[in-house]
């Protein structure tokens, strides 16, 4: 069996000053969403998009993800805790962040960025989601290298399972990597695959949803349940309710945006 490497979370100590390895996960993940994205354009010059405005909605997304994030886990996952403790909602460096909270935030950040160019919403979504799952392997890494998110109790037999000497000496799927492989790099294939035709309006956003929620949901089953506002669960854990609306969401848009003829404007 593995041994988790245990790695230092702080990767670099400047004095005072420590930035750790999660921090530089979410800047790997902005970074790749700029290259991303320009690629993209140039891929595409019909698509309404420029340089100027990736820059520009990279800081509605960054405020997005990192305050939506957060509340997600204050709201979702420990209300009690946090309610107790108020003072530590700002402290995200204790606590993580969630994916549906951020998600929530990313969308809050679509919006008001579709509503300043006066353009669709979904215009603003297509382009952007096809940009996101890198971002989302380099978060999962992140948990790995962290330690937490650690998967349940694996067979002795599976030649990958992985002792995390912090939590106890039982075989454990790394499920932080199968989320950075699902959620991340399977995702990310698809959606670029799929968006670099030209797709009726909100279809690739459509797929986005579908295809998170379902990886997701897939991945959960080899991560420890977390105790969120339904209690801890082995059977549906909190994170499989959060995607379910997101595969249902998915399906019926994608089968909407199906029956129309509007291909993918310009912004």
Known sequence: MLIHPQFDPVAIQLGPLAIHWYGLMYLVGFGL????GHVRIKQQPDCGWNGKDLDDFLTWAVLGVIVGGRLGEVLFYQPGYYLAHPAEILMVWKGGMS?????????????????????SFWQISDFVAPLVPTGLAA???????????????????????????????????????????????????????????????GQ????????????????????TP?????????????????SLP????????????GRRTTIKGNM
Do not use: C
Not at 184 to 198: C, D, E, N, T
Not at 228 to 234: A, E, L, P, V
Not at 246 to 257: K, P
């Open 139 to 201: 978060g999962r890494i992140g948990n790995f290298i962290n330690g937490e998110l650690w998967g349940r109790i694996a067979s002795h037999d599976l030649p990958w399972a992985m002792i995390f000497p912090h939590v106890d000496a039982m075989p454990r799927h790394p499920s932080q990597l199968y989320q950075a492989a699902l959620e991340g790099l399977a995702l990310f294939v698809i959606l670029w695959l799929f968006s670099a035709r030209r797709r009726p309006l």
């Open 204 to 223: 690739v956003s459509a797929v986005f949803l579908t295809g998170y929620g379902s990886f997701r949901f897939i991945a959960e089953f080899f991560r």
């Open 33 to 36: 969403f700029l290259w991303l």
């Open 226 to 242: 977390d105790a969120g506002i339904f209690g801890q669960s082995d059977i549906i854990s909190m994170g499989q309710w959060l």
């Open 246 to 257: 997101m595969i249902v969401a998915g399906l019926v848009l994608y089968r909407y945006f």
């Open 99 to 119: 994916f549906h909270g951020g998600f929530i935030g990313v969308l809050a950040a679509m919006l008001l960025f579709a509503r300043k160019k006066g353009v």
